[in-house]
């Protein structure tokens, strides 16, 4: 396995091969055989943009939601998680360790919106012991990538 292949495409997805064998010292058309079998064997699993929405005159908030669970017999967590992970409002769901078991950041329209989802749709599932919801009141740094400024309105106050 090529690691600074796949470092090189964390860090910028829009590298085309030629770049890579630029940058690796490899043939182009041997970094291509290896992408394709990343993408084909799920060690790459898609390719995304990080866009900061506070540019943009999206309106929407942003949620982690703490969960304590009871872990099912034979499945662990995985059952419970593959209800939470399916609801299209989750973004991205983890097993913790420490005072909780799973973490779960959810976006939406709304605070209301996203007290709706924990109220009606996760707190409801059985095995779900507990929620803590905390929402995200700005984004300083995501996926290794530092966001610029805050927009400050006249009177000095974070937009």
Known sequence: MDRSILKLLEQDGRLTAEQ????????VGDVKQLIAEYERDGVILGYKALVDWDKTD?????ALIEIKITPQKD????RVAEKIYNFPEVQSLYLMSGGFDLAVLIEG???????????RKLAPLEDV????THFVLRKYKDK???YGPAVVDERGNCL
């Not at 329209?109 to 007290?115: F, I, L, N, P």
Request: with cysteine; net charge positive; glycine share 8%.
């Open 20 to 27: 890579i064998a630029l940058m690796c010292g490899k043939e």
């Open 58 to 62: 999206r309106e929407y908030v942003s």
């Open 75 to 78: 499945r662990g967590f995985d």
């Open 109 to 119: 329209r709304t605070m209301k919106e996203v007290a709706y989802f924990v109220a």
């Open 129 to 132: 012991l507990s929620t803590a």
């Open 144 to 146: 290794g990538v530092v």
